[in-house]
């Protein structure tokens, strides 16, 4: 894909070579409806879990938006992934954590049982950490804590080279009447990924948890 000669190429450009090329914010979307929907999903796939739930509606959204599923080559170039699996953290029995691969499919009923076998997989302790360098362009990585509703949020980065892969974070539920608002942290590559690009996508998914059964 020859992103560096179109429209953006003067921002490609510019963030591509900057010292500190990552932005992100943190916002909240309304999970209620997504909530209200599982126990009729579970007569379908038993154990199914909010956490998977909005794992695949994160990659639905990725769907509308182009630019989050794009990366950076080592040659300088960008290529764009059809579609994006989830690569989520998972806690294990001994307070340590793992990676999971969620592979993309469209209804979350086919997505559903595949993700709950390899959450639960990458919840042995002792086995493998799960992160799978050569596929992991192709991921939205994802973590959760559970246990807080945060404002803020600040992800690590590992090494020198940074292909854009998007990091998002979640957070604790928090019910204000007939919502249910969870945080949403969002951190990408700003050669590939501008503000409008987030704004799309966070509308996007607060579409996609305000009418659940589309997603099934």
């Given at each position: ?18 010292v ?6 943190t916002?909240?979307v309304?999970?209620a ?20 739930a ?18 950076l080559?080592?040659a ?8 994006l ?26 997505f ?31 973590t959760v804590?559970p ?31 007939e ?21 799309r996508?966070v509308?996007?998914l607060?579409d ?7 997603q099934?």
């Amino acid at each position: 894909m020859d992103l560096p000669a179109g429209p953006r190429r003067q921002a490609f450009a510019f963030y591509r070579e900057a010292v500190q090329p990552r932005w992100g914010l943190t916002t909240r979307v309304d999970v209620a409806p997504l909530l209200a929907a599982l126990p009729v999903w579970r007569e379908a796939v038993p154990g199914l879990s909010a956490f998977v739930a909005y794992q695949h509606a994160l990659l639905r959204a990725a769907d509308a938006v182009p630019e989050l599923r794009q990366r950076l080559t080592s040659a300088g170039g960008v290529e764009e992934w059809a579609q994006l699996d989830a690569s989520p953290t998972v806690l294990r029995a001994d307070d340590s954590f793992a990676f999971a691969r969620l592979r993309y499919a469209k209804p979350l009923r086919d997505f559903a049982p595949p993700a709950l076998a390899a959450i639960e997989r990458a919840r042995v302790v002792g086995t493998d950490w799960g992160l799978d360098d050569e596929h992991q362009p192709a991921a939205f990585h994802t973590t959760v804590l559970p246990l807080v509703h945060f404002s803020d949020f600040s992800h690590a980065r590992v090494g020198a080279c940074d292909d854009g892969t998007p990091s998002i974070a979640m957070g604790r539920f928090q019910r204000e009447g007939e919502h249910c608002w969870m945080p949403l942290n969002l951190s990408v590559h700003h050669a590939l990924v501008d503000g409008l690009h987030v704004g799309r996508f966070v509308q996007a998914l607060q579409d996609g948890l305000d009418r659940p059964l589309a997603q099934w």
